[in-house]
């Protein structure tokens, strides 16, 4: 849906090649596509513009690099910008003097913060804690025993009362203490900015219990209200930190960046799934490349490893790279890639796809998928592993079978031919298929050394695209 | 075709490679994560639901009547953050700084940009005056964007048949809550109304909807946590079918649309839920109104699998406009049925396209 602002930017400035400085019309022309850009993820108005101004600021007057075109140079000044905004100071962890540590969760209805209190205790666990959780959310159905239920698959256990929610925050921080716990989590019911009684009520809850970090939870598909409402929950707690949730799904993240100008104080931690475990500390340097649209290849790895049977992986790279891709292989890798989601949804985080690659895939929808699943299905064993072997009457065998026409079954083995004949080629040839240039990786125009630890991963299709063979190619483990 | 031969190649290979060393840097470091209860695939056997808990109050109170005034006032909470507007009503002429003060006001509120930019081209070609004629058309325009003529929710009343009406959408937007508000409604309307708790996955799902069903005096039926829910909507249809319910509401876990295994799920749940004597005569959408224009990736994924016939916009209440349903209704033709104002079991109103755009543009 959304064009990468790679491709737009250098679509206008690629002609710009020559000139020794960035101009002004050449800045306003890219700054506008970037403004559009931050729009479309969701990004608040006013943020927009402030962030737009600073990049601005950036840009200006900046001597051309030789190595880069000027859009790759506004990209890599927008990557740092927002790199810049979202990051900031991090938290640096600290506890109370006199235990336990409280820390506060509050935010709208449904952001998240009954699954985020248990994912933090379980995270705390870890971090060699004892923490206690606190339910303090006495007004929505059995949200109480959602913590609880929450608590007892962490295996941590969860303090409530039915009092009111100031009462139980308060008696639970007595219970910590009593109990020696070192950290207590306390869970609040949703409730919205312009809710004066309720705002009131969490104001309290503060000042009862003191809070070391209130932390703000807020789903990454809010949109432009992330302002108001972030700004509402500061001015009334004094925020320490931001709890980013839902991350798993296909929202650009604007919120993000919008929340972090309001309110100031680090994005610490991000949630990205239902289970306990899809929780971790938050990376700016992702979420700088997701709001821009460049691809979230870490995103895509993590959501991999999670879903998808690495042994099967594995083995169907490493034949493909070699020619030996069997109809089988497809078809296992065929299913271990829908496990991750939508083609769509795929391409989406997968940064360095051409643009015609990228157009046709999002025409590709999951029903031709599964007729071509259909059809593979419908062949023997043999058939699948030497499909030279299919005669006609096959072809209609396979046809009748999968619901499909010969023509299709056709089609798709001419197809598979192809694509074996494509990857055979080797490193190079498979370099052709991702856009030409090196902006289009996130990793290039961040000058590489941005993007942190983690990135080191993915120097594998990366130096396979612009060094040809000097990575290995994935053993069988 | 070939390019999805491609993208699944070169996907593979990077999702491979890059797996594989990532794997491998990390594997020293985190401490094995106790097994998290795997979420049931659609392909489970269906375990049979347990038994319906018995209605715990047989009366329904019959629902107060919504005030018309209601809507208005809650609406309009936030108002005077739009007191820039009526600034704008005063201006004389249109000049460029109009229309973006205009176009501000229509992105704040989440019409995203390409409807706003249509909006702005449809009001290009009519010639307006002032700031105050400017404004009348801009409303007249949002209203005609949401032209959807029927907005009534389907039952069919045939004999022999027990309507179901699915609810679903992504985590946390309000499903649970709307079921029970539904319920209460179409309850104080003489329906016999049997609840369905679809939501087998997430903690305590169930039982949010059974003390729902007990503050309403509704009857439900629950599964085993961690069932199939199509099982428990199966259930809940053929019982509804025995006692002489004629609607059920069924509640399903939040999923993200992109999550094609859960996704699958849902269909499974609507083929089940349409076997005879069960017919689905209305498949709501719960969109939250502070989602952003992801909102209208939901719609169109959730339509495309199992055919959303309305949505209910949530939590209007708040601050949040919910302008994204400008986008979905046009390009989607879906149309808003029902908006939710609160949290009681009352806060549940028809959806008015006037009163949303007045409210739209502050
Ligand atoms: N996909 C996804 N779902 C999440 C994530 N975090 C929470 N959820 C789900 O979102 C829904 C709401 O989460 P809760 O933790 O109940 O939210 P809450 O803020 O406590 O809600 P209230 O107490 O009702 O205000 C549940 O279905 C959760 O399972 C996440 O990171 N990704
Ligand atoms: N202010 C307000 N809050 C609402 C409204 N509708 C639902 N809520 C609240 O939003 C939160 C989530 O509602 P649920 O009904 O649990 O949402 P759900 O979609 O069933 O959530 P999952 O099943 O976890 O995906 C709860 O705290 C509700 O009380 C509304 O119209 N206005
Ligand atoms: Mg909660
Ligand atoms: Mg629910």
């Known amino acids: 849906m959304f064009e990468a602002l790679s491709e737009r930017l250098e679509r206008i400035s690629g002609r710009l090649r020559n000139r020794g400085r960035l101009s002004d019309a050449d800045i306003d022309q890219a700054l506008r596509e970037i403004r559009s850009a931050l729009l479309e993820a969701d990004v608040e108005v006013g943020v927009v513009r402030q962030f737009v101004a600073a990049v601005r600021e950036r840009c200006s007057g900046e001597v051309l690099a030789r190595s880069l075109t000027p859009g790759q140079q506004v990209i890599k000044a927008v990557h740092q910008e927002l790199i810049e905004v979202l990051g900031g100071q991090p938290l640096r962890l600290t506890y109370a003097p006199r235990p336990p540590t409280v820390v506060l969760l509050a935010g709208l209805q449904g952001s998240g913060k009954t699954t985020a209190a248990a994912k933090l205790a379980r995270w705390w666990r870890q971090q060699g804690r004892n923490p206690l959780l606190v339910g303090a959310d006495l007004q929505r159905p059995a949200a109480v025993e959602q913590l609880r239920v929450l608590g007892a698959q962490a295996g941590i256990s969860v303090f409530s009362e039915a009092t009111n929610p100031v009462a139980v925050a308060e008696a639970g921080v007595a219970e910590a203490r009593r109990l020696g716990r070192d950290v207590c989590i306390i869970d609040t019911a949703g409730r919205l900015s312009v809710d004066q009684a309720l705002m009131d009520e969490v104001r309290q809850i503060a000042a009862v219990t003191s809070p070391h970090y209130t932390f703000f939870v807020v789903d990454a598909m809010i949109g432009q209200d992330a302002v108001a409402t972030a700004t509402a929950f500061h001015a009334a707690l004094d925020l320490d930190g931001v709890i980013l949730t839902k991350l798993d799904g296909d929202a650009r993240g604007g919120a993000a960046l919008s929340v972090k100008q309001v309110v100031g104080r680090p994005i610490v931690f991000a949630s990205t799934g239902e289970r306990l475990n899809d929780f971790d500390l938050f990376h700016p340097d992702r979420m700088a490349d997701r709001i821009l649209g460049m691809g979230d290849v870490l995103t895509l790895i993590e959501q991999a490893e999670r879903t998808m049977d690495e042994e099967v992986v594995t083995r169907s790279a490493s034949r493909l790279l070699e020619g030996r891709l069997t109809l089988d292989d497809f078809l296992e890798q065929l299913q271990q890639v829908r496990k991750l989601g939508s083609l769509g949804s795929i391409m989406k985080l997968m940064p360095g796809m051409s643009k015609e690659i990228r157009q046709a895939a999002e025409q590709v929808d999951d029903k031709k998928v599964s007729r071509v699943e259909a059809i593979v299905r419908s062949m023997t064993p043999a058939e699948r592993r030497d499909p030279s072997i299919i005669d006609g009457s096959r072809r209609v065998r396979i046809a009748c079978g999968s619901g499909t026409s010969p023509q299709e079954v056709n089609d798709l083995l001419r197809q598979f031919r192809e694509m074996q004949r494509m990857f055979k080629g080797g490193p190079a040839r498979l370099g052709a298929l991702f856009g030409g240039s090196p902006a289009a990786f996130p990793g290039a125009v961040a000058d590489g050394g941005l993007r942190g630890r983690e990135t080191a991963g993915l120097r594998g299709p990366k130096g396979r695209k612009k060094k040809g063979g000097r990575v290995t190619p994935p053993k069988r483990r | ?362």
């Open chain 2, 1 to 362: 075709m070939i390019v999805l031969w491609i993208v699944l190649g070169v996907l593979v290979v990077v999702v491979g490679v890059s797996s594989v060393v990532l794997v491998r840097r990390r594997a020293p470091v985190p401490p094995p994560a106790p097994p998290a209860p795997a979420r049931p695939l659609p392909e489970a056997a269906p375990a049979p639901a347990a038994p319906p808990t018995e209605p715990a109050a047989t009366e329904a109170a019959p629902a107060p009547p919504v005030h018309p005034a209601r809507i208005e006032e809650r609406l309009g909470k936030t108002r005077g953050v739009f007191a820039a507007l009526r600034a704008l009503r005063l201006r004389p002429s249109i000049d460029s700084g109009v229309w973006e003060e205009l176009e501000e006001v229509l992105l704040r509120a989440d019409v995203g940009l390409p409807t706003t930019e249509e909006l702005r081209h449809r009001l290009d070609s009519r010639s307006v005056g002032g700031g105050e004629e400017l404004l009348t058309a801009l409303e007249d325009e949002l209203r005609a964007m949401l032209s959807t003529q029927d907005r009534s929710l389907r039952f069919d009343p045939e004999s022999g048949v027990t309507n179901v009406w699915l609810f679903l959408g992504v985590n946390g937007v309000g499903k649970t809550t709307t079921v029970a508000k539904v319920a209460k409604r179409e309850m104080a309307a003489g329906k016999r109304v049997l609840l369905a708790a679809g939501d087998t996955f997430r903690a305590a799902a169930g039982e949010q909807l059974a003390q729902w069903a007990d503050r309403i005096g509704a009857e439900i039926v629950q599964g085993a946590e961690g069932g199939d829910p199509s099982a428990v909507v199966f259930d809940a249809v053929q019982r509804a079918a025995a006692r002489g319910n004629d609607l059920v509401l069924a509640d399903t876990a939040g999923r993200l649309h992109t999550r094609v295994n859960l996704v699958e799920e849902l269909k499974k749940i609507r083929r089940v839920a349409d076997r005879p004597p069960g017919r689905v005569s209305e498949v709501l959408l719960v969109l939250d109104a502070t989602t952003g224009q992801n909102a209208l990736t939901q719609a169109r994924l959730f339509t495309e699998a199992v055919g959303v016939t309305g949505v209910v916009l949530t939590k209007l209440d708040g601050s949040a406009k919910g302008g994204v349903v400008v986008a979905i209704e046009r390009q989607l033709g879906l149309p808003v049925k029902l908006v939710g104002l609160g949290e009681g079991p009352d806060d549940l109103v028809p959806f008015d396209p006037g009163a949303f755009v007045a409210a739209l543009l502050g």
